[in-house]
Structures are given as C-alpha cells and as structure tokens.
C-alpha cells in the first residue's frame, strides 16, 4: 500500500479538505492575496515544494496553493510557536523531525512517498528565526538526491505583515510566487565529500528561492554585500548544538 494511502485516511482526507477550504476563505477575507507562477504547477507528484521560512503561517499558505494532497516534514518542537501554529498541523497530520538525531525514519518515510509518487513540503532552512534567506540545512538535500524527485520552489512575500495589518483594521498584501521546478539531484561519495554536495544542493535550492523573494530578503544569498552584511549571524544554525525529543533523555 501506498504512503499517501497510509497517511491520507478517510478521516484525515475529511480534516485536509477543511482546512484547505478554510485556508482558502481566511486568505480571502484577512489579506489581499496574489499568485504568481500557478502554470508552473506539476499535474502531479513525484514532487518536493520548498520555500522560505520567515513566519509561522508559512505551512499554511502551501496547503492553501497546493492542488494535490502534500505531506509536510516539520520540527517537532516549536516552542516560539503561539498554540494555533502548533495545533493546525497536528490537525492536518505532518511527520515531526527531531533536531539533532538525524531524524532517520522521517528521512525514510519522505523518500519512499516520494518514489511512490507523492508530493512533499518542506522549508529547507528548518525554522523561522529569521526574515531573511538562510542556508539549507542537509536534510531537503539529502531526500532530494536518494529520491531523485523534481524540486518547485515557493517564495512567500509579507506573511509577517498579515497579523500587524489586521490589528491596525486593513488587509496585508501577500505573494505566492511559484518558480519553475528543478532538479533532480543525486550524490556520491561518502563522509566529507558526500556533505559537501549535499550543501552545494542545498544552496541551489536556496538561490532558487530567493529568486522569488524581494532583494532586501534574500541575506546570505543577495548579490548585494550590504545586504549579507546586514543578514550576518542569520545563517547560524540555532539547534546545531542540541538534541529533541527522547533521544535527548537518553543521551543524558
């Protein structure tokens, strides 16, 4: 049996197809919203979409543009988070990753959707602490490459204006810009020399995306050196140093 099939019950088709019409009302109703780039939507998957990661929202805007029923990788903690961001995607079903273990079975599940045909979401910068471009983490990299699957990059623009503008009784203007898909990728070799192809994808990845993103936004990927000067720190990675989950108890 399929992953989609798996993950997809009849139930969980039920709870995706209402939140997918209720994302599509409150993006109506709470922002002026334009999409660019709709024709460059694949019939069908084997599919990763990637985009930027600047708010909370960000999940939400790929189930309201998707025209296929998507997966989502996710950290599986998200203590910044308020309690409408942490709840909605356990609502719509996503695989958790654990920062810091290798989060090997979601690695595993994500490949194999995606040799079954299945559509994946990620946001390869793996957390919004940041509303500028930050490298890729290895993971997006990694699942693209044993996968072989086409990537579609996303830029989301004005997302953190949305709950600002509302208090202030008007309407944020948001864009969905959806680039052309890329790839595949593939990798060889091991240890130093394998990492090193997988952050030269990554960055592919992430140049394609800025692509679609205001230049101001772009930090570690702008052509402008006052920009990535501006952006320095960003690109550190918060959790490189820890480890979620019970893997943490047991480690200590």
């Given at each position: 049996m399929s992953l989609a099939n798996v993950y997809n019950t009849p139930g969980r088709k039920l709870i995706r197809h209402i939140l997918k019409t209720l994302s599509v009302a409150a993006f109506g109703l709470l922002t002026n919203l334009k999409i660019t780039g709709s024709e460059n939507l694949p019939a069908s998957g084997p599919l990763i979409v990637v985009?930027?990661?600047?708010?909370?929202?960000?999940?939400?805007?790929?189930?309201?543009?998707?025209?296929?029923?998507?997966?989502?990788?996710?950290?599986?903690?998200?203590?910044?988070?308020?309690?409408w961001a942490r709840v909605?995607?356990?609502?719509?079903?996503?695989?958790?990753?654990?920062?810091?273990?290798?989060?090997?079975?979601?690695?595993?599940?994500?490949?194999?959707?995606l040799k079954q045909g299945g559509?994946?979401?990620?946001?390869?910068?793996?957390?919004?602490?940041?509303t500028v471009l930050r490298p890729a983490r290895p993971g997006?990299?990694?699942?693209?490459?044993?996968?072989?699957?086409?990537?579609?990059?996303?830029?989301?623009?004005?997302?953190?204006?949305?709950?600002?503008?509302?208090r202030k009784g008007r309407r944020a203007c948001i864009q969905f810009n959806i680039g052309k898909p890329f790839g595949p990728f593939s990798v060889?070799?091991?240890?130093?020399?394998?990492?090193?192809?997988?952050?030269?994808?990554?960055?592919?990845?992430?140049?394609?995306?800025?692509?679609?993103?205001?230049?101001?936004?772009?930090?570690?990927?702008?052509d402008d050196p006052a920009i990535r000067e501006a952006?320095?720190?960003?690109?550190?990675?918060?959790?490189?140093?820890k480890i979620e989950g019970q893997v943490a108890q047991n480690v200590h």
């Open positions: 985009g930027n990661h600047f708010s909370f929202i960000d999940p939400v805007c790929f189930v309201r543009l998707a025209p296929w029923p998507m997966e989502f990788l996710g950290g599986a903690h998200m203590p910044h988070a308020p309690a909605i995607p356990l609502f719509w079903g996503y695989h958790p990753l654990y920062r810091g273990t290798g989060a090997t079975d979601s690695l595993k599940m994500a490949v194999t959707l559509v994946l979401g990620v946001f390869p910068e793996a957390g919004n602490w940041a997006t990299a990694l699942i693209a490459a044993l996968s072989g699957a086409p990537l579609l990059p996303v830029g989301l623009v004005g997302l953190n204006e949305v709950f600002p503008s509302l060889s070799g091991h240890g130093r020399q394998r990492r090193e192809q997988l952050d030269e994808i990554g960055h592919c990845i992430m140049r394609q995306i800025a692509e679609l993103i205001p230049p101001e936004r772009r930090g570690y990927y702008s952006a320095r720190g960003t690109e550190i990675y918060p959790w490189a140093d």
